[in-house]
């Protein structure tokens, strides 16, 4: 089994030595709980310490934000862009709704060995209004419907959007992280409450804060092809980015 190491000690351990290579792996939480921090650490690592190619698709931060964000981990983006290690693609999602198109792209040229998409939630809800979006949505409904009439919910557009992006993703064998948003006691596993379903793995992202102090935790909710830990593990964001907390601190 090749593996995909995310480079965060402790993490690449519960996940038995990193994510199974071509693995679409989720990576769910609420405001502020790192998903950024830890997608763009993964991209980090993986060019800095493994010369592995990363793509970085974001729709909420810019490259300059994103940029800001690195140097505030101490993290060589620009570096490892020049050296053309990674590439960071800003979609505008108010503008134009040809992304996996645009995907594709970039995909081909660019040939990462690690994709990021960041957030996944902001995409399928510019998909869902965007015209292209729908257009694919509902004629694969339609072609459903030929067999059996299914109600057109909102629900199926955005099952059939999640399911075009996801077997694309699939097709490229590129060991991929998508984020989504997770508010506070959402019972899902993520926004949308399907990509859980149909991803290769799900990591939970959560942060309790508990008067004056607050913890962060994440759990691996699922990871096809591989056994895993199953228990919550605790982490913090510091100085250099995501650190997992070694379990003999758990015992005290
Ligand atoms: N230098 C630092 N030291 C410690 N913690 C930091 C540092 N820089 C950022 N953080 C923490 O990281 C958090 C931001 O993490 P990040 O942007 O990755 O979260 P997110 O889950 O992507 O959030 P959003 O839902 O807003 O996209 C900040 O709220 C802050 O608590
Ligand atoms: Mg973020």
Redesign the pocket.
């Known amino acids: 089994m090749v593996r995909t190491k995310t480079g965060i000690q402790g993490l690449d351990k519960a996940l038995m030595g990193g994510i199974p290579e071509g693995n679409i792996v989720l990576l769910s939480?609420?405001?502020?709980?790192?998903?950024?921090?830890?997608?763009?650490q993964f991209l980090m690592n993986g060019a800095s310490l493994f010369g592995e190619r990363g793509l970085y698709i974001s729709t909420?931060q810019d490259r300059d934000e994103l940029m800001k964000?690195a140097n505030?981990?101490g993290w060589k983006l620009d570096d490892l862009e020049s050296k053309n290690l990674v590439k960071i693609a800003y979609f505008d999602i108010t503008e134009g709704n040809d992304f996996l198109n645009r995907v594709d792209t970039l995909v081909q040229n660019f040939k990462p060995k690690r994709i990021v998409i960041?957030?996944m939630t902001t995409l399928t809800d510019s998909l869902m209004i965007s015209g292209i979006g729908k257009k694919d949505a509902f004629s694969m409904v339609q072609i459903q419907e030929t067999v059996s009439p299914i109600p057109r919910t909102e629900k199926v557009v955005a099952k059939s959007i999640l399911y075009n992006l996801i077997k694309k993703l699939k097709h490229y064998k590129v060991t991929t992280l998508l984020?989504s948003?997770l508010p506070e006691e959402h019972k899902a596993l993520s926004a949308d409450g399907i990509s859980e379903f149909i991803t290769d793995g799900v990591i939970v992202?959560h942060y309790l804060g508990i008067g004056s102090a607050n913890f962060r935790n994440l759990q691996i909710r699922k990871m096809r092809y591989s056994s895993h830990e199953k228990d919550i593990i605790s982490y913090?964001?510091?100085?250099k980015g995501i650190e997992i907390q070694a379990e003999e601190s758990l015992e005290i």
């Not at 939480?29 to 763009?40: E, F, N, V, Y």
């Not at 913090?236 to 100085?239: D, H, R, T």
């Open positions: 939480g609420g405001a502020g709980t790192g998903k950024s921090t830890l997608a763009m909420e964000a505030n981990f960041d957030s984020t948003e992202l913090s964001i510091a100085s």
